[in-house]
Nanobody
Framework: QVQLVESGGGLVQAGGSLRLSCAAS????????MGWYRQAPGKQREMVAT???????NYADSVKGRFTISRDNAKNTVYLQMNSLKPEDTAVYYC?????????????WGQGTLVTVSS
């Protein structure tokens, strides 16, 4: 069993910052890609940022220059630093990890953390 536990969401004013964390625990050998996704009310879930085990990153155009994804492989944790937040960033943010287990790879999702940006 693999679990992802997210933290760091909350309410912030436009222009403010938040830092999300997501820690993986359980039975796995390693983690390949990790990422953050978000789902706003009435919209589909979308990719925000991803990071490989080697540190290569990819961002949605809407967050480039404002958000930074990073990871600590020793702690099996991925972070999302969100700066210059906008009301349109309001969503439930989900962590995602591609874990390597005995029977192969398994993609795991966190429970989600709510980010609300007020105007």
């Amino acid at each position: 069993q693999v679990q992802l536990v997210e933290s760091g969401g909350g309410l912030v004013q436009a222009g403010g910052s938040l830092r999300l964390s997501c820690a993986a625990s359980g039975s796995f050998f390693s983690i390949n890609d990790m990422g953050w996704y978000r789902q706003a009310p009435g919209k589909q879930r979308e990719m925000v940022a991803t990071i490989t085990s080697g540190g290569s990153t990819n961002y949605a155009d809407s967050v480039k220059g404002r958000f930074t994804i990073s990871r600590d492989n020793a702690k099996n944790t991925v972070y999302l630093q969100m700066n210059s937040l906008k009301p349109e960033d309001t969503a439930v943010y989900y962590c995602n990890a591609n874990t390597v287990r005995i029977l192969g790879q398994q993609v795991v999702w966190g429970q989600g953390t709510l980010v609300t940006v007020s105007s």
